[in-house]
């Protein structure tokens, strides 16, 4: 096997310290062409769909690819913005928030990046870029608070996948989750509070998070006990009593059994229950993407308020709030205390030249 030199390295270029940034991804662009090839890397991920691969192959190829981009292109086409996907858009946003940050605390020492599981810009490119520019010690923190090996698993998978083709690897420090973080709570509690200043409280509060296959749980998957974790602290953090407010579960897809209750059934029986009013967030996505603006902010307020709802409102993720990038900055910089850059370059350089290296 031929292992992957890291290009542009010279023994006197300074040594830097990484952050590298991940979200899930995104098309390159609403149309069922450019869905294709994304959904089709997304779903043949085996963390995401855990089937025999020589079924899934069949199910994939002859079913879900012929049939699925066109309604996605569609749903995106919707919620796609001057600067792309808000997804892309947001993220990069955050990226570029945390590098400020890093760069009033470290000063040039810390390079901060940001890329995708699926889609681009990819994981192992960017590590590419990242090291090119001298990163020896790498952080990577996944925006995803609730661990669960279809997201954060695969996350690691795809860093691990990458460095199995380097000769020259990093260190590394991966986050793995912060659902329970206190200055993520906060975030999410404050967030919450200055929409019931400005519009009230409503009946209840729905927390959606994204579902998986109850089987993963079953199997071990800790992401359902950290949702009901996270709701439970902000609801504290609130003050709401057990009846104030409702995990639930959206977005599934197959025939299989998700994590229950489903949003969109909760929301359809609701309003017969005398829950005229609601307000719905969704603590388990960092960003809003297509499915907080388009499945929660419109497909599930139909869904309440054909049923005889009144009154349906979104609380918008905490994308790149003040408070927000604080908690993310707090977590870089736990995971950045004890490491320090290499100083005497130019020594190391002047030794390897008499060494006979030629750069």
């Given at each position: 096997?031929?292992?992957?030199s890291?290009?542009?390295?010279?023994?006197?270029q300074?040594?830097?310290?990484?952050v590298?940034?991940?979200?899930?991804?995104?098309?390159e662009?609403?149309?069922?062409?450019a869905?294709?090839p994304?959904l089709?890397?997304?779903?043949s991920?085996?963390?995401?769909?855990?089937?025999p691969?020589f079924i899934?192959w069949?199910?994939?190829?002859l079913?879900?690819?012929n049939?699925?981009?066109?309604?996605?292109?569609?749903?995106?086409?919707?919620?796609?913005?001057?600067?792309?996907?808000?997804?892309?858009?947001?993220?990069?946003a955050?990226?570029a928030?945390?590098?400020?940050?890093?760069?009033?605390?470290?000063?040039?020492?810390?390079?901060?990046?940001f890329a995708?599981?699926?889609?681009?810009?990819?994981?192992?490119?960017?590590?590419?870029?990242?090291?090119?520019?001298?990163?020896?010690?790498?952080?990577?923190?996944p925006?995803?608070?609730?661990?669960?090996a279809?997201?954060?698993?695969?996350?690691?998978?795809?860093?691990?996948n990458?460095?199995?083709?380097?000769?020259?690897?990093?260190?590394?420090?991966?986050v793995?989750?912060?659902h329970?973080?206190?200055?993520?709570?906060t975030?999410?509690?404050?967030?919450v509070k200055a929409?019931w200043?400005?519009?009230?409280?409503?009946?209840k509060?729905?927390l959606s998070?994204?579902?998986?296959?109850?089987?993963y749980?079953?199997?071990?998957d800790p992401?359902?006990?950290?949702?009901?974790?996270?709701?439970?602290l902000?609801a504290?953090?609130?003050?709401?009593?057990?009846?104030d407010?409702?995990?639930?579960f959206?977005?599934?897809f197959g025939?299989e059994?998700w994590?229950?209750?489903?949003?969109?059934?909760t929301?359809k029986?609701?309003?017969?229950?005398?829950?005229?009013?609601?307000?719905?967030?969704c603590?388990?996505?960092?960003?809003?993407?297509?499915e907080?603006?388009?499945?929660?902010g419109?497909?599930?307020?139909e869904?309440?308020?054909?049923?005889?709802?009144?009154?349906?409102?979104?609380?918008?993720?905490?994308?790149?709030?003040?408070?927000?990038?604080d908690?993310?900055?707090e977590?870089?910089?736990?995971?950045?205390?004890?490491?320090?850059?290499?100083?005497?370059?130019?020594?190391?350089?002047?030794?390897?030249?008499?060494l006979?290296?030629?750069?």
């Open positions: 096997m031929k292992y992957k890291n290009t542009g390295f010279t023994h006197g300074a040594d830097k310290i990484g590298l940034v991940t979200n899930l991804g995104t098309p662009a609403p149309t069922k062409q869905l294709r994304y089709k890397e997304f779903l991920d085996p963390r995401v769909v855990e089937v691969k899934w069949f199910v994939l190829n079913i879900i690819l049939f699925r981009p066109k309604r996605s292109a569609h749903a995106y086409s919707t919620v796609w913005t001057e600067e792309g996907s808000p997804l892309m858009a947001i993220t990069k955050q990226a928030e945390i590098e400020k940050r890093c760069k009033a605390a470290y000063g040039d020492d810390v390079v901060v990046d995708m599981r699926y889609g681009n810009p990819a994981i192992s490119n960017v590590i590419d870029s990242m090291l090119s520019k001298g990163v020896r010690k790498l952080v990577v923190l925006l995803y608070p609730q661990y669960s279809s997201t954060t698993g695969s996350t690691f998978d795809a860093i691990a990458d460095f199995t083709s380097r000769r020259w690897l990093p260190e590394l420090r991966f793995n989750h912060y329970d973080r206190d200055s993520f709570i975030a999410l509690a404050n967030k929409h200043e400005k519009h009230g409280k409503a009946d509060l729905i998070y994204h579902g998986i296959p109850k089987r749980l079953m199997n071990g992401y359902h006990c950290e949702c009901y974790k996270t709701s439970r902000l504290e953090k609130l003050g709401l009593g057990k009846d407010y409702m995990t639930t959206q977005s599934r025939r059994e994590l229950k209750p489903y949003t969109d059934e929301l029986a609701l309003p017969e229950k005398g829950v005229k009013a609601i307000q719905v967030m603590p388990g996505f960092s960003a809003d993407c297509l907080t603006i388009e499945e929660i419109e497909e599930n307020r869904y309440f308020m054909e049923a005889g709802g009144e009154r349906y409102e979104y609380i918008e993720a905490l994308n790149s709030d003040k408070e927000h990038i908690a993310l900055f977590i870089v910089q736990e995971n950045l205390h004890g490491w320090a850059v290499s100083v005497d370059n130019e020594s190391r350089a002047k030794l390897a030249t008499s006979g290296a030629d750069k």
